[in-house]
């Protein structure tokens, strides 16, 4: 008896929670709440109604909801601070994120979800993630085609939901600065890529992510999206044994060409971003590094046609730091875009924390500002919410306090270079080579015959200290 009691409330819990869904929203954004009017794909009222816009207080306030160190139109070694940094809310794990684990069930119900995927659930999402944007006052965003939509029964469905949810963002978008960082293809949830998109060993899973990606490049254009990313998931391996390398490095190419080609055929003048990762969900991914990205880009003729998207977790986890991969990526021409987030040293998984490590943004702004910029990429969130912060206000600490760490980055290294004893430390340790025969080596014009020759004359070269401890002491001053 009480089982069958049980069921009959939670069934008139469902029934009434469907009757709220699709009840009017011109209040704020509450299941609970009783309202008139309104659909069910329109929520007009407000989604954060106890937040107020994020506004820069300085380094001395002590209110949460206010940036300490963000200014964004002050003006840092030559541009706004909003310029340098070019923030961006990733809409996959800020509005997607559930709070799940692979031990634990969802910790994380926001008031606007209403637990379906539908398009009208989509829709409102969407404009839940417009006023958080106006709030946290970033103008850019990015996302995964199918965090935004849902799949439909079939391919033409899928592509009409998001037309749909796509329509509501442009509308959306109007008036505004807003537009997408970037967009991408979501090609590695589905069971159809449980071997790859790309890489896979099935031809009709191959045209399906191609059609895929098609589709995806389309909506960012539309939406006028900056750039483009390829994250290959699942383009790599878990068994040598049974895995043709070759083949499957080769299909991925050409995949990548036939994607410069649609976007050149469609007028998309948008970056094409790879962002590498070693390994997770694969045993080994193909675009491990930047250094393996760039050989790859280099192998296959597509150098020129694409940049890398530098996620830091990934970095870690490929066994070097962020500041290495964002310097590797810079040197070759290739640095477009940051994934701004972190992992934890303790944790061997792609963690995706918020990044609040002072030192490690000053090294990440350093490339950043060596770099010219990352113009027109920029910074994403690319980080969750831990599992256990669930309030709404979770949302915004998190945000603010990632972008303050980046912009107090941005103003250590406005130190350091005002300072210029780093960098002069960095000269003096290869001025030998501003002589005459470093410079012929420089240029490419000394021989063997011509440097042993030299060699002979200096005999035993003296070797100067490198200074790394007075390096590290000048960097540390500035944090």
């Not at 850019?140 to 509501?168: M, Q, S, Y």
């Not at 071997?195 to 589709?215: I, L, M, R």
């Not at 875009?337 to 972190?342: E, G």
Request: charged share 25%; aromatic share 10%; with cysteine.
């Amino acid at each position: 008896m009480e089982i069958k009691r049980t069921l009959l409330l939670f069934s008139l819990a469902l029934v009434l929670s469907s009757v709220i869904a699709e009840g009017p929203h011109t209040c704020p954004a509450n299941l609970e709440a009783k309202c008139d009017g309104g659909s069910s794909d329109g929520w007009e009222g407000e989604f954060f109604p106890g937040i107020p816009k994020i506004k820069y207080e300085g380094p001395t306030s002590k209110n949460p909801l206010s940036y300490k160190w963000y200014n964004a139109e002050e003006e840092i070694l030559g541009k706004k601070m909003k310029d340098w940094l070019r923030f961006s809310v990733a809409f996959w794990h800020t509005f997607r994120g559930t709070g799940a684990d692979p031990f634990g069930a969802p910790t994380k119900s926001w008031p606007w979800e209403d637990g379906t995927n539908s398009v009208a659930m989509a829709k409102r999402r969407m404009r839940a993630h417009f006023e958080f944007m106006d709030k946290l006052g970033v103008d850019r965003w990015c996302f995964h085609d199918r965090d935004i939509a849902p799949d439909g029964k079939t391919l033409a469905e899928t592509n009409a939901n998001l037309d749909e949810v796509v329509a509501l963002a442009k509308e959306l978008q109007e008036g505004t600065k807003i537009k997408p960082l970037w967009g991408t293809a979501q090609l590695f949830l589905h069971p159809r890529y449980m071997h790859g998109a790309a890489t896979s060993s099935e031809v009709g899973v191959y045209a399906y992510a191609a059609a895929q990606v098609k589709k995806a490049i389309e909506v960012t254009y539309y939406l006028g999206g900056e750039n483009y990313v390829f994250w290959g998931g699942r383009e790599g391996y878990q068994s040598l044994l049974n895995t043709d390398m070759q083949r499957e490095l080769d299909h991925l190419a050409r995949f990548l060409q036939a994607a410069v080609d649609y976007k050149k055929k469609i007028g998309f003048n948008g970056t094409l971003l790879i962002e590498p990762k070693p390994q997770e969900p694969t045993k080994h991914q193909y675009d491990w590094d930047a250094a393996t990205a760039f050989a790859f880009l280099q192998k296959y003729g597509l150098i020129g046609e694409f940049k890398l998207n530098i996620e830091c977790n990934h970095a870690t986890l490929s066994g070097h730091s962020c500041h290495h991969e964002l310097e590797t990526a810079r040197i070759n021409g290739l640095l477009g875009n940051i994934d701004a987030n972190t992992g934890d040293p303790q944790i061997g998984w792609d963690t995706d924390q918020f990044l609040t490590d002072i030192g490690e943004a000053t090294l990440v702004m350093l490339s950043v500002v060596r770099n010219g910029g990352l113009a027109p990429g920029g910074f994403n969130f690319d980080a969750k919410l831990r599992r256990e912060s669930t309030d709404v206000e979770d949302m915004f600490i998190a945000h603010i306090s990632g972008m303050d760490t980046l912009a107090r980055g941005l103003r250590n290294v406005q130190k350091l270079t005002e300072d210029g004893s780093l960098a002069e430390l960095v000269r003096k340790r290869y001025q030998s080579f501003d002589t005459e025969i470093g410079s012929l080596i420089e240029a490419g014009k000394a021989d063997f015959e011509t440097l042993e020759k030299q060699a002979m004359e200096w005999d035993e070269p003296s070797v100067p200290s490198g200074k790394q401890e007075l390096a590290e002491m000048i960097f540390q001053s500035a944090l």
